[in-house]
Each structure stands twice: as structure tokens, then as C-alpha cells.
């Protein structure tokens, strides 16, 4: 089978189609919404609202840049959840619609699974079994990766995700949105041993980032206090210093799973895996523990849909589909 499948992700705030043909990504459009900086996050109605516009001319586009007609499509995919229910409904809603009007079979993608399988985009591929650590703005998770379809989550965040941490942190600090990519971009000239904040440990593979939030936020208002221009003078060493201390609680466990399985193929997915800090980490820890280390491209690693029609792909040559009574699920697991 060489199935040629048009799939669009809407879980959050970029509204995105791609066409994969054979396993070949051909298209991959994103249309990312900048109104939500203003508002210093993600408003959910907004977001909605927002996908509703975009939908049509992003779906135009993928098909127009893969050169593929409506009619040369075998199934379309969409993301079923985790993410905002206003935003996957717009996706799910357009999806259902679009295979209907087509006669298309529909396949429902779990946004975390296709995370993890954007490592199959492009060379060089993980082998099975590897360990996967999903890092975003919602979720933190450790994923044991046995096959394409085969996945089962060893440790997770039992409260806020790292993706959560940086951007809080960053907008404590005083940055613009979104805060994570600029609170990297200036601990790049920071010293990350200036300033030390909790590497919180639980049993197992589990996280915990809600105490070194608070953490953050006791630390910044001590030091204002004393010296109103405290964070402004030492900025940069303010950020390595937060940034050190997320990537080494992310990294403890990460190494722990990975010796307990043995296990020396090692990937990152989802947003926080653009971090060039933890991306220079994971690197580090795969010269001096013998790791092979996967680490998808930049614009892979965001939300979008070629990662949506990867997993469509594996999801096509099983047999797993899904029909009109689908519906979102915000709260979708692994």
C-alpha cells in the first residue's frame, strides 16, 4: 500500500495540514496565531476562532504545494486530542466533513503519539525499542517505545509540565510571550552555576515543576526587594540558571529509565525539545553514557501536521480507523 493522506492538526494555537505520500512528507503548512501575545498566553476562545479562519486556506495550501488533487487522497487524519476542545473540534469537525464529502476513510491521531513518531519524518530513524522524553508546554513525559503503534508512558509530571515552567518563569522574569524560546536565547550568555534552584526527585520516573515555580517566584521577589533592578542586572544568569536546573531534573530521570531498561536509543519530541540548552545536553549524556541520541528537526518539533500524518501513515497500513462518530478528547492519553 502506498497511501496518500491529508492530515491536520488544530490541538492548540497553529492551525496546520500536511499531504504524506508512501511515508514521504510532501506539504507540511502551519499558520501560527499571533494574537494570543497580547494576551501573554493561549485564550482558548481565541484559538478556536482562530483555526476556523485559517483552516480552509492552510488545507488549500498543503494540497497546492504536494501537488495532489482532492481526489488522489486515500483518508484523512486529524488530531483527536490532548489539547483545547474548542481548538480540536474545529480540526475534527473540518477533518469528518472533508472525508465525507470525499467518501474517505478518517483516521484519529493521539497528538503525543505523533510527537514521538516525527522521528520517522527523517534519517537517521530510532530503532525499537527506544526511550522517548515528550517535553511541551502540557505535557513531560518519559515514553517507552517498543513499535510504531506500541507505546506506553513510564513517568510523567504529576503536576505542571516543563513547557509550563519555562514559560512561567519567563514571565515572571519580565519576558515577552512566548517566554520559553526567549528565556533560552538568553541563558545561551548566562552563567547557569550563579544562581541555584530546587532539582525536585520523586520515586520512580515522575516529575514535579510546580516547586521550583514557586521557587522562582520567592527568589524574584526577595531580590527585587532588596535591589528594585535585580532582575534586569543579572538576567542572563537568571535564565541559564533556571534553565540548568528544569533540563538536569528532566535529564535525572530520563538517565535512570534508561539504565533500568538498558536501553541506549534515546529521542526527544514536542515543543521544549527546540531548547538548544537541553538539546546540548542530551548530547553531552550520549558521549559520556554511549547513547544514540534522535532529535527532530526545528519545525518538527512545534506543533504541526506532518507529524500528525506520520502516525497516519502507520495507523493506514494497520487497519486503524476511526468513523463520523469520532469526537475530541482534550484529556487523551498515550
Not at 81 to 89: E, I, N, Q, S, T
Not at 199 to 210: A, H
Request: aromatic letters at 8%.
Amino acid at each position: 500500500m502506498n497511501p496518500t493522506i491529508l492530515a491536520i492538526e488544530s490541538s492548540c494555537d497553529e492551525t496546520s495540514a500536511s499531504v504524506i505520500q508512501n511515508g514521504q512528507v510532501l506539504s507540511n503548512i502551519v499558520a501560527t496565531q499571533a494574537i494570543h501575545e497580547q494576551y501573554g498566553g493561549v485564550v482558548p476562545e481565541l484559538a478556536s476562532r482562530a483555526h476556523q479562519q485559517n483552516i480552509i486556506p492552510v488545507v488549500a495550501q498543503a494540497l497546492q504545494k504536494a501537488n495532489i488533487a482532492k481526489s488522489e487522497l486515500d483518508a484523512v487524519a486529524f488530531t483527536r486530542g490532548p489539547g483545547l476542545l474548542g481548538a480540536l473540534l474545529v480540526g475534527c469537525s473540518f477533518a469528518k466533513s472533508f472525508a465525507l464529502g470525499l467518501n474517505l476513510p478518517l483516521i484519529e491521531v493521539n497528538h503525543m503519539q505523533a510527537h514521538i513518531l516525527a522521528h520517522f519524518i527523517e534519517d537517521p530513524k530510532p530503532k525499537f525499542p527506544f526511550l522517548c522524553l515528550t517535553v511541551s508546554g502540557g505535557h513531560t513525559q518519559i515514553v517507552l517505545v517498543r513499535d510504531f503503534l506500541d507505546m506506553e508512558v513510564l513517568g510523567q509530571t504529576t503536576d505542571d509540565a516543563v513547557g509550563e515552567a519555562f514559560d512561567k518563569s519567563a514571565k515572571l522574569l519580565g519576558l515577552p510571550y512566548p517566554g520559553g524560546p526567549m528565556l533560552d536565547k538568553l541563558a545561551a550568555s548566562g552563567n547557569p552555576d550563579r544562581f541555584q534552584f530546587p532539582i525536585v526527585n520523586l520515586d520512580g520516573y515522575d516529575y514535579s515543576f510546580s516547586g521550583i515555580k514557586t521557587s522562582i517566584l520567592n527568589f524574584v521577589k526577595k531580590n527585587s526587594a532588596a535591589e528594585p533592578d535585580f532582575v534586569h542586572h543579572n538576567l542572563a544568569d537568571i535564565c541559564a540558571s533556571i534553565q540548568s536546573a528544569l533540563i538536569q531534573t528532566l535529564m535525572k530521570k530520563l538517565v535512570l529509565a534508561a539504565k533500568d531498561l538498558g536501553i541506549k536509543e534515546i529521542a526527544i519530541a514536542g515543543g521544549v525539545s527546540a531548547n538548544s540548552g537541553l538539546r546540548a545536553t542530551l548530547q553531552d549524556y550520549a558521549k559520556r553514557l554511549g547513547w544514540n541520541v534522535y532529535i527532530p528537526g526545528f519545525e518538527y518539533c512545534t506543533d504541526n501536521a506532518a507529524m500528525i500524518a506520520m502516525a497516519a501513515h502507520f495507523q493506514y497500513l494497520a487497519g486503524d480507523f476511526t468513523d463520523q462518530y469520532a469526537s475530541p478528547d482534550p484529556r487523551l492519553k498515550v
